[in-house]
C-alpha cells in the first residue's frame, strides 16, 4: 500500500514539474518573441508572464504573433 501511494505521489510530483518546465519555457519564447516584435519588455511585464499560467501563456503567444502593438498581446479583443 505504501507503494502504490509512493509511486502516485511520484506520478503527480513528475508531471507537476512537467507542467512548471512547459510554463517557463513558453513563458521565455514569449518575452523573446515580444522583444523581437515589440523592443525591450518591460520588467513588470516580464513579471506577470513568467507569473500566469500555460494556458495564459499559449493565449498570449498566438495573439502575440498577430498584434499590431504590446498592449493588444494582454488586453483581451473587444
Keep these: 500500500m505504501l507503494t502504490i501511494d509512493f509511486e502516485s505521489s511520484k506520478q503527480q510530483w513528475l508531471a507537476e514539474g512537467k507542467a512548471e518546465g512547459k510554463a517557463e519555457g513558453k513563458a521565455e519564447a514569449l518575452i523573446c518573441l515580444l522583444a523581437q516584435r515589440f523592443g525591450a519588455v518591460a520588467p513588470f511585464r516580464q513579471k506577470r508572464?513568467?507569473?500566469?499560467?500555460?494556458?495564459?501563456?499559449?493565449r498570449w503567444f498566438k495573439r502575440a504573433i498577430v498584434a499590431p502593438d504590446l498592449r493588444s498581446v494582454f488586453n483581451p479583443p473587444r
Excluded at 508572464?49 to 499559449?58: F, K, M, Q, S, W
Aim: aromatic share 0%.
Design 49 to 58: 508572464i513568467r507569473g500566469a499560467t500555460l494556458v495564459t501563456l499559449e
